[in-house]
């Protein structure tokens, strides 16, 4: 699956964006979808996942209350509402398709990625 994130930018603490995701070459229904970020000199961390229908989500405990993972299968995009956005969720943010079994949270378990959206949160 080739997945672009978009939605990316640079603004104040307090602030929300909203990060989009698209599949360009085949659906998405049938993937489990998740929402990873990598900030600079860290390793790449889990931030929120998304069944395949929709009906089942899961949080990192750093964003959870503050951030919305959703999908819409007939645009074929996931998308990552967040909120009450800090410093410390400066990062690059990555959407995935879980291709593997185990656990959702893990991103060993996801075969297809996006190129990364950078978001740069300022105090």
């Known amino acids: 699956v080739q997945l672009q994130a978009s939605g990316g930018g640079l603004v104040q603490a307090g602030a929300s964006l909203r990060l989009s995701c698209v599949a360009v070459?085949?659906?998405?229904?049938?993937?489990?979808m998740g929402w990873f970020r990598q900030a600079p000199g860290k390793e790449r961390e889990f931030v929120a996942h998304?069944?395949?229908?929709?009906?089942?989500?899961y949080y990192a405990d750093s964003v959870k209350g503050r951030f919305t993972i959703s999908r819409d299968n007939a645009k074929n995009m996931v998308y990552l509402q967040m909120n009450s956005l800090k410093p410390e969720d400066t990062a690059v943010y990555s959407c995935a398709a879980k291709s593997r079994t185990g656990l959702p949270t893990s991103s060993n378990n996801y075969g297809s990625w996006g190129q990364g959206t950078l978001v740069t949160v300022s105090s």
């Open positions: 998304i069944s395949s229908s929709g009906g089942s989500t």
């Open positions: 070459d085949r659906t998405l229904s049938s993937y489990t």
